[in-house]
């Protein structure tokens, strides 16, 4: 069997149960091939990225449970049944794992378009897509929310300002460190405005001259989100910029438990250095 099938099983554990709960009771008159668009939501409550949809059809098809068709995929009912012991097993030593869910960290990447696509593919397979990652996160959030990067442009800010007003309406704090006085355009200026109309919502600078310094400023470079004081975190290389999350390579690690509470102390230590601004 494809130990492919036991990382996804791993990492997208919640999808391949949903897809194949819906494969199991897909009648044998339903002959409408399987897309990855209609993949995304099998599970209820969640919709799944593209990415994720499409590593989870990989494995599936490597174990045989699907077969490529033209405007798809099929069903192999056979290859179902015969790995249905397997995919069991699967989860079984996924639960019984010696390292908890709350202490694993988790590998997740940003991918420029134009890859080998036998590499995409590998890495794809071997990271959680970082976008949807974040977006995740953020609508995850019950109380407090940090979203920490120098650089910010408007098309992130508008892609993620949905998620971002309603966990404001709800109630949760929402910070976000940045570079703001010296990296912003006007119009993400006012996309960042529209979201701190909002009250619970603050934006914090931390860019400062400096003559001590060699290159003449202290200010980060790091890249974080923050859910709930610590109970998930992000931390990687990645900008909240569109050529951060949609043209570069980049990579970062998804934490919980200990390793988010600890990340989370340290972030609040720097927000201690920034300035509050006002009007963004």
């Known amino acids: 069997m494809s130990s492919k099938y036991v990382v996804a099983a791993d990492r997208l554990g919640w999808l391949l149960d949903a897809i194949e709960a819906s494969l199991q009771s897909r009648g044998a008159s339903e002959t409408k091939p399987l897309t990855p668009a209609t993949m995304r939501s099998a599970c209820p409550g969640r ?26 995929y099929s069903l192999n009912a056979d290859g179902l049944h015969a790995t249905a012991a397997y995919r069991r097993g699967v989860r079984d030593g996924l639960r019984q794992s010696s390292r908890s869910a709350a202490d694993r960290l988790q590998l997740c990447a940003a991918l420029p378009v134009g890859l080998p696509s036998a590499l995409e593919r590998e890495l794809r397979e071997a990271t959680v897509d970082l976008r949807g990652a974040i977006v995740d996160m953020i609508a995850a959030a019950r109380f407090h929310l940090v979203l920490a990067s120098p650089f910010w442009d408007a098309p992130t800010l508008e892609e993620i300002s949905l998620a971002i007003r309603t966990r404001l309406t709800e109630g949760v704090r929402v910070r976000f460190l940045g570079r703001f006085e010296h990296t912003l355009d006007a119009v993400t200026r006012t996309a960042l405005a529209a979201l701190v109309s909002h009250g619970n919502c603050s934006v914090l600078d931390w860019y400062e001259p400096s003559a001590t310094d060699p290159l003449g400023s202290r200010t980060f470079h790091f890249k ?28 970062g690690v998804l934490l919980q438990g200990a390793d988010a509470s600890h990340l989370a102390s340290v972030v609040d230590l720097v927000l201690q250095l920034a300035r509050p601004i006002t009007e963004p």
């Open 47 to 72: 919709l799944a990225t593209l990415d994720e949809a499409m590593a989870a059809i990989r494995v599936l098809h490597d174990l045989g449970v699907l077969s490529k068709v033209a405007g798809g």
């Open 224 to 251: 974080a989100v923050i859910v709930d004081e610590g109970a998930r975190a992000y931390l990687g290389t990645a900008n909240l910029t569109k050529s951060g999350l949609r043209s570069r390579l980049e990579l």
